[in-house]
């Protein structure tokens, strides 16, 4: 049987609509979770972190993060050896926020350890806050992890 140019066009459009289709259906059953459920409170609060970043690249050096197994290790600079440091991490993974790692920071002798789940794996963004001597300081730094 021979096929003419309009039964061909017709072919065309059928897999084109049903390719769009598969498209609109696949995208409706991806994630749609936001950065942060306070996102607006937290872009007008940025100024902080900025004074804060600032904070921390006066210091001597930034903290160096080693990773070793399931264990990050954060050596704060020399500043904080015997300073009374405290304050919050989080480990924000940008594609699942159910995978997100967070805890408070308690610094001895300059150095911090955080001990990672399991599913951590993959490309993470380190978040410090720390405060010592009444000052703040914010760093961070993406990891893989």
């Known amino acids: 049987m021979k096929m003419n140019w309009g039964y061909k066009i017709l072919i065309v459009y059928l897999v084109f609509v049903i390719g769009m289709l598969t498209l609109v259906y696949m995208s409706s059953m991806e994630n749609k979770d936001l950065v942060s459920e306070n996102y607006y409170e937290e872009e007008i609060k940025y100024q902080h972190i900025i004074d804060e970043s600032a904070n921390t690249a006066s210091l001597s050096s930034e903290p160096v993060i080693n990773r070793n197994k ?50 951590a794996t993959g490309t993470y963004q380190l978040k410090l806050k720390w405060q010592a001597a009444e000052k703040k300081y914010y760093y961070e730094k993406v990891i893989t992890l």
């Open 70 to 119: 399931n264990i990050v290790n954060i050596i704060f600079p020399a500043e904080f050896t015997l300073e009374k440091t405290d304050g919050d991490w989080v480990l924000y993974y940008a594609a699942d926020k159910s995978k997100d790692v967070q805890g408070k920071l308690n610094v001895v002798n300059g150095e911090y350890s955080i001990e990672l789940p399991d599913y």
